[in-house]
């Protein structure tokens, strides 16, 4: 199974925030399963934390989570762009657009 990340559950994993669904976190903690976060989710990590809007700061995600084996990052691209709702606010289009190319 391939999950594709948005900032706000990939924060509440870390941080162990109850808004975090139960579903939600069983398949983050699936070893077997690939996630996939989008370059912007990085972008969005790092800017709320310097409004210290969050705890979890850029490193402490790619530490604790980014660097995880069953991870990848995958960069804002044409295939992404192409694929993105034109609809929705630029972060949830980008985020949207990677699921699609998934």
């Not at 999950?3 to 925030?17: A, G, K, M």
């Not at 990590?45 to 409004?51: D, E, T, V």
């Not at 995958?74 to 295939?79: G, I, N, Q, V, W």
Request: hydrophobic content about 50%; glycine content about 2%; charged content about 25%.
């Amino acid at each position: 199974m391939i999950y594709v990340l948005d900032t706000h559950p990939l924060i509440w994993f870390l941080v162990r925030d109850s808004r975090l669904s139960r579903a939600a976190r069983e398949a983050i903690q699936d070893k077997s399963a690939d996630i996939v976060i989008p370059t912007i989710v990085l972008l969005e990590i790092a800017s709320l934390y310097s409004k210290r809007r969050i705890t979890v700061s850029l490193g402490m995600a790619k530490k604790q989570f980014i660097e995880q084996k069953n991870c990848v990052l995958h960069p804002l691209d044409e295939e992404v762009i192409l694929l993105a709702p034109e609809t929705l606010n630029i972060d949830d289009s980008i985020i949207v657009g990677t699921a699609l190319f998934y």
